[in-house]
């Protein structure tokens, strides 16, 4: 049994040689337990954000840290996504981290696995306002929409997004929001259809739209 409070120290610790030999050693395991291994990365992503909040870490931790917990998803998301239809077509959607904000660690990390989970991601980046979205969405044909954001002004934008492509009459278009702020609250607020706080859960929710 592996020690996965040890894991998510490890992350916490930024340890990076701990962190990878520990998920390298899940996958020569068959990958069964990638599930807890992922949820101990993501206590230990916990563990930075409240060491930054605290002043004992400082920008460039948390830029360290996204990368290690960017390796994390690289090498367990073969087990973490085992379910992906290998060979069936591709389904394209948007994601992007919303207008006035400029975060993309958790954004990148949902992207690389929705990719392995085999999804076409068109990533519009950082800081996209509401049309530019829309305008995409128009002309690739796009009926899933994934919005990011870790300030909680970005519910704000992830509404005036929703609320765009209303007024654009793009009603079929599903909408998910995700990051720091979104909670089923933030949800009705916005007008999403769904929300999550990791991964899995996104790829969940986009592959019962996609089919």
């Known amino acids: 049994m592996r020690d996965f409070e040890a894991l998510a120290q490890a992350m916490g610790e930024l340890d990076e040689d701990t962190v990878v030999k520990e998920l390298e050693g899940v996958m020569e395991d068959g990958g069964k337990e990638a599930q807890q ?11 930075v954000g409240k060491l930054f909040e605290e002043g004992e870490y400082f920008v460039g ?20 996504v085992s ?11 948007i994601l992007c981290t ?9 954004k990148n990390i949902v992207k690389a696995m929705l990719e392995a989970a085999n999804f076409e991601v068109i990533d519009l980046g950082i800081d996209v306002p ?6 995409t969405a128009k002309a690739e044909n796009i009926k899933i929409v994934a919005l990011s954001g870790v300030l909680t002004l970005a519910i704000d934008s992830m509404k ?4 765009a492509f209303q ?23 916005t007008g999403a259809d769904a929300w999550a706080t990791n991964p899995q859960k996104t790829i969940e929710i986009c592959r019962q739209w996609a089919a």
């Not at 919303?98 to 958790?106: C, M």
Request: aromatic fraction near 2%; charged fraction near 30%; proline fraction near 1%.
């Open 167 to 189: 007024a654009a009459g793009m009603d079929d278009v599903k909408i998910i929001i995700g990051g720091a702020p979104v909670t089923e609250e933030a949800c009705k607020i």
């Open 61 to 80: 931790d948390l830029i360290y840290a996204g990368e290690l917990m960017t390796q994390a998803v690289a090498i367990l998301k073969d087990a973490l």
């Open 37 to 47: 291994a992922m949820e101990a990365c993501q206590k230990g992503m916990d563990i």
């Open 160 to 163: 005036a997004t929703v609320d």
């Open 130 to 135: 509401a049309d530019k979205i829309v305008e």
């Open 98 to 106: 919303v207008k006035d904000d400029l975060h993309d660690i958790g």
């Open 83 to 93: 379910g992906a239809e290998g060979g069936a077509a591709k389904t394209k959607m």
